[in-house]
C-alpha cells in the first residue's frame, strides 16, 4: 500500500517518554500524564469501603459486575442500601487536571413519574474535604456545580446507558469545562471554591425521602490526568517566498534516498483575514529522524512554484485565470511509485464570487499533478480536467463544483485512491476518487459529510488523511463548529476506506501557543510506529494583533508543528 502520508509504518528504536490516555466512551483525546486510574476490575465484589484506599459508610457503595462499561463498576443504590458516600484520596498538581468517568442512571417511568429520579453524586474537594465542584446525576439530568449555579450539561438521560463526562478543572483560574461523550458543553464555569490541588474524589447518593422508588447510579472508569503540552514547533517562515508563514506539512519516509521528506507550503504574504492572500508555493526539507529539519535547496527556491515572478513582470489576469494553479501551489500529497516521486497539489487562480456586505469566497480550486524523478525538480503535468488540472470541479449544482483540493492519495495494487475536500459554495465535505493511473479520475461522491447541529464538524469537514492502522482505514479531517474554538482535528474508521464511521471527540495537541478563537489547525501528513502511536505532522494559525490608525489589525501566521498521539 502506497500512502502518501503514512508512507511506511515505522518502528521506533526508542520508548515513547510520555503516557498517553484514551478517554473512554468519547470526549476529547490527547497526550495526558495519568495520576490515578480506577476501572474496579480487580475489586472485590460487595462493599466498596476498605477496597484500594477507599473509605466511608460501610455498605452504601458497591462493586458489582452485573452493568459495567466492562469487567465491573461501581452502584450506589439508596433505595436498597440508604444514603452515604465512599472516597478516595488523590492528589493531583496545580494548573489543569481532567477527571473523566464513566456513569450511569435507571431512569425507569413508573405510574407516579420517575421511578429512577436519582440523586446521584461526584464530588470533587480539596485534601481538607471543602468542594471543588460536584457531578449530579438527578431527576432524568446531569448537571454540575459552580459557584453561583448548577447548569444542566446532558438531559434526557438515556436509561442504564454508559455516558462518559470529563470534567477539565483548571486550579489556576479557578475555571472548569465540561465535556461529555466528546462535545464541550460548559466552558468557563467558576468553580465552588478555589484550590491548589484535589484531595478527595466521592461517589454515592443522598436522602430525598420517598419520592422514588428506584435510585441506581453506577460509576465507571474513573481516570484523572495532567495534559502533556508535548507538540514542538518543527518549521517556520525562512527567507524570500516562505518569509511569513509556512503550512500544509506532508512528510513521507523515502526508501530511494534512506531519509524522511517534508512537502510544506510556504508564502510571503500575510494573511491578516480571508480577503487577504498571497502567492503560496511548495518547498522541501529533510531529516534523518523525523525531528529535526533542514531546507535542502541552498538558493532558497521552491521546488515547486504557483508563478515565479520576476522582477518588472506585469500580471495578466486572463493569463493567471488560464492556469489553475496561478496562485496557489499548496497541500502537496507525494509518493514514490518505483523510481518516479508523484506529486499531487491544490491550486488555485484567484477566482472569487461575492457572498455579502464586501465579502467574497474564494472558488475554483483544483488538483494538479506533477511527477519528479529525485523529489526535488517537479515537472508539472497538464490535466484535461480544466485549466491544467487532473481533478476539476464537479458539475454545475454538485457538493463539489465550487472547489476541490488538498488530496490524499493512496496506491493500492494498479489503483490510486483519492480522498479530497470539495465545496459547494457554502459547506466542504470530504470526498472520494480512484484512477488507474493517478491522472485520470472517476469520481466516487462524499465520502464524509458534516455532523449535526451542535456537533464539532456541523459547519464542514475538510483536510482529510487517511492512514491504515490497528487492521482498518482511519480518517483524520478537520470539522468546523459554531462554537470557538472553531476548528477540531477528528477522525472516522472504516474497513474498507469507502463507508465511514465517525468516532466520537476530537484529538487534543499541545502546541507553545493553545488554539483560540477561529484560528487554524489541521493535520497533513501522519507516520504510524511501534504500538500504533501516530507522528502526526499538523499547521496551526498563530495570532498576534498591534493597532493602527485607532483599528486592531489580526496577523495570522501559520507555523508547522509535531506531536506523537496514541489514541
Not at 503514512?6 to 468519547?26: D, E, N, Q
Not at 493500492?412 to 488507474?436: I, K, L, N
Not at 502526526?536 to 495570532?543: D, E, L, M
Request: proline share 4%; charged share 20%.
Amino acid at each position: 500500500m502506497g500512502d502518501c502520508r503514512s508512507m511506511l509504518t515505522r518502528v521506533r528504536s526508542t520508548l515513547l517518554a510520555l503516557l498517553f490516555f484514551t478517554a473512554a466512551r468519547g470526549g476529547a483525546l490527547c497526550a495526558v500524564a495519568p495520576w490515578y486510574s480506577c476501572d474496579f476490575n480487580s475489586y472485590t465484589d460487595g462493599d466498596l469501603a476498605g477496597q484500594n484506599g477507599w473509605t466511608g459508610m460501610v455498605g452504601k457503595v458497591w462493586v458489582q459486575q452485573g452493568f459495567a462499561v466492562s469487567g465491573k463498576a461501581i452502584k450506589a443504590n439508596y433505595r436498597a442500601w440508604g444514603s452515604g458516600e465512599d472516597m478516595v484520596a488523590v492528589t493531583s498538581g496545580g494548573g489543569t487536571n481532567y477527571v473523566d468517568m464513566d456513569v450511569a442512571m435507571d431512569i425507569t417511568r413508573g405510574s407516579t413519574g420517575y421511578e429512577g429520579a436519582n440523586l446521584g453524586k461526584v464530588y470533587i474537594r480539596r485534601s481538607d474535604a471543602v468542594e471543588i465542584t460536584r457531578v449530579y446525576l438527578a431527576d432524568n439530568q446531569i448537571k454540575v456545580r459552580l459557584v453561583d449555579s448548577q447548569p444542566v450539561v446532558l438531559t434526557p438521560v438515556p436509561n442504564r446507558a454508559w455516558i462518559h463526562i470529563r470534567l477539565v478543572i483548571n486550579l489556576t483560574t479557578n475555571k472548569m469545562d465540561v465535556v461529555v461523550n466528546g462535545n464541550q458543553v460548559l466552558t468557563g464555569g467558576t468553580l465552588v471554591n478555589s484550590a491548589t490541588s484535589i484531595g478527595q474524589i466521592s461517589f454515592g447518593q443522598w436522602d430525598n425521602g420517598n419520592n422514588f422508588t428506584k435510585s441506581e447510579t453506577y460509576m465507571d472508569n474513573l481516570v484523572c490526568s495532567t495534559p502533556v503540552i508535548s507538540a514542538s514547533n518543527v518549521l517556520g517562515p525562512y527567507t524570500g517566498w516562505e518569509r511569513n508563514q509556512v503550512a500544509n506539512p506532508f512528510v513521507m519516509y523515502d526508501s530511494g534516498t534512506g531519509n524522511y521528506k517534508m512537502y510544506y507550503t510556504g508564502t510571503a504574504g500575510a494573511w491578516a483575514n480571508d480577503s487577504a492572500w498571497g502567492l503560496w508555493h511548495i518547498g522541501l526539507a529533510t531529516s534523518s529522524n523525523a525531528q529535526g529539519w533542514g531546507r535542502v535547496n541552498s538558493r532558497d527556491d521552491a521546488v515547486l512554484y504557483s508563478t515565479k515572478f520576476l522582477e518588472g513582470d506585469l500580471l495578466n489576469p486572463d493569463d493567471m485565470s488560464a492556469r489553475f494553479d496561478s496562485i496557489w501551489a499548496a497541500g502537496p500529497c507525494v509518493i514514490r511509485d518505483g523510481s518516479t516521486c508523484k506529486m499531487w497539489y491544490t491550486g488555485w487562480n484567484g477566482d472569487t464570487e461575492p457572498v455579502s456586505d464586501g465579502i467574497e469566497n474564494k472558488i475554483d480550486f483544483r488538483i494538479g499533478y506533477a511527477t519528479s524523478a529525485d523529489g526535488m525538480s517537479w515537472a508539472k503535468y497538464a490535466g484535461m480536467a480544466g485549466a491544467g488540472a487532473v481533478l476539476g470541479l464537479g458539475q454545475p449544482g454538485t457538493q463539489d463544483s465550487k472547489g476541490v483540493g488538498e488530496p490524499h492519495v493512496l496506491r493500492e495494487g494498479s489503483t490510486y485512491r483519492m480522498w479530497y475536500e470539495g465545496f459547494d459554495g457554502s459547506v466542504w465535505r470530504v470526498f472520494y476518487a480512484t484512477s488507474p493511473d493517478g491522472i485520470n479520475w472517476t469520481r466516487g461522491g462524499v465520502a464524509l459529510n458534516p455532523g449535526g447541529s451542535g456537533t464539532l464538524d456541523a459547519l464542514g469537514a475538510r483536510h482529510p488523511v487517511v492512514i491504515a492502522r490497528k487492521g482498518q482505514y482511519e480518517l483524520w479531517y478537520q470539522g468546523k463548529s459554531a462554537a470557538a474554538p472553531n476548528y477540531h482535528v477528528m477522525r472516522a474508521t472504516s474497513p474498507d476506506g469507502s463507508a465511514w464511521t465517525k468516532i466520537p471527540g476530537e484529538i487534543e495537541f499541545g502546541p507553545p501557543d493553545l488554539l483560540d478563537g477561529a484560528e487554524d489547525i489541521y493535520v497533513d501528513s501522519i507516520l504510524v510506529e511501534s504500538g500504533d502511536a501516530c507522528r502526526v505532522y499538523f499547521a496551526k494559525q498563530n495570532t498576534s494583533s498591534w493597532e493602527a490608525n485607532q483599528e486592531i489589525i489580526n496577523d495570522l501566521k501559520y507555523l508547522v508543528y509535531m506531536e506523537v498521539v496514541n489514541p
